[in-house]
């Protein structure tokens, strides 16, 4: 029985071991899926606002700029997609390994656990067992023999059961090993439909890079003359930043230009808002980034550098923009080629909306999460509807998609 023992407790150990490795891997996939489908939800979403918001007379830096963004976003997805399959032929390989081992160490536990069947009743038949309980010294020992003989059969009886119960488990595997495999061939099967979208992609780009390299001195004036526009309204977004800050602070008796002089509710407030870093709302309920915060190549004449304080998001036309946390309209101003930008403050924390056609807000007024202020007004270069936003913490700006969820 000992010897039994053993093996069973192995066998235990293994069927944990095996498990822990499967769940790891199960929850690694699930992130993959989440990741696939958020992917797939994008690219539909760029899709969608590039037809919806197709401009008759559009440039062809503006359609090469589009697929850029489509290319990329398609990238990423064949990428988590080869992630997937990759980590589902792991978790094949290692079902396969474990019904392997299983089997052979049920067949084992089996095999052993019908020796000692075949022992037991060879030993203690009927009579034996009468007798080896009138052979007792007295009552009590008599009383602990058959203690011990009831023990034995119920032992013997959670053994079948667990043999049964083991046997169960590998028709488990087995089947879930059929749905792995399935699985798989689905995610190879719209990898090879995503492959063929993309390579339509990069073929009309490549087409029309090469109409633009013929002329690439004309396009490189056209993008720097657009970042001149975008530095500018950054450059001026600044100045007010700054000249709201001294007249805030003047109130108080401080002199500073660059920080917030903080009230304890202020302070409440900006740890707050630190405390909701990368988990804030969209200004947008629907829309893709069109222009990343920083300093980087242009994606398609590299030779020209795009900067920007805040990210532009193209979005649907008339979209409400929205607060993405509480705070209080600090300042409402017009600027030239950017419509009207709202900026809210959240204790030293400034969250900018620009580029709004209609506000319908006023200084001074407090606001929740997710409220809405207005309504996204027209890029004038693309003709889109497109919210440039960005977020300050006193005079420094800051990478919005650190803050949005993800962004």
Known sequence: ??????????????????????????????????????????????????????????????????????????????????????????EINTNLNKIDKLRKDLEKLKEDYAKMIKKSYKSKSNQSRIM?????????????RLQYMKQYTEYRK????????????????????????????????QNRITQSKLQQDKKQQHEL???????????????????EEVSRIDR????????????????????????????????????????????????????VVAMKFGTHPHPVVKSVKVKSDGVRIETNENESVRTVFKGKVFKIQAIKGANKVVFVIHGDYLSVYNNLSSINVEVGDELTTNQVIGKVGKSTATGRPTLSFLIYKNTQALNPAHWIYKM
């Not at 039994?4 to 769940?23: H, N, T």
């Open 1 to 90: 029985m000992k010897h039994f023992q053993l093996k069973y407790i192995a066998f235990l150990l293994l069927f944990i071991s095996f498990s822990a490795i499967g769940l790891a891997q199960s929850t690694e996939r699930k992130k993959l899926e989440q990741k696939r489908i958020a992917l797939r939800k994008e690219i539909s979403q760029i899709s969608n606002l590039l037809a919806r918001n197709k401009v008759k007379q559009q440039s062809v830096l503006t359609q090469v700029e589009d697929l850029d963004k489509r290319i990329r976003a398609t990238e990423n997805l064949i990428r988590v997609t080869n992630q997937e399959a990759n980590l589902l032929t792991k």
């Open 132 to 144: 080896f309980l009138f052979s007792s010294e007295d009552f009590l020992q008599a009383y602990k």
């Open 158 to 189: 959670e053994q079948g059961l667990e043999i049964q119960r083991q046997t169960q488990l590998l028709q488990q595997l087995n089947t879930d090993l059929v749905e792995q495999r399935k699985a798989k061939e689905e995610l190879l099967s």
């Open 209 to 227: 890079v090469a109409s633009i390299r013929k002329k690439a001195g004309n396009f490189e004036k056209e993008l720097k003359q657009k970042q």
């Open 236 to 287: 001026e977004i600044d100045r007010l930043i700054r000249e709201a800050i001294a007249a805030e602070n003047k109130k108080k008796g401080s002199s500073s230009t660059s920080k917030f002089e903080l009230t304890p509710e202020a302070k409440e407030l900006a740890a707050s808002f630190t405390s909701n870093k990368g988990k804030l709302p969209w200004p947008v309920k629907s829309g």
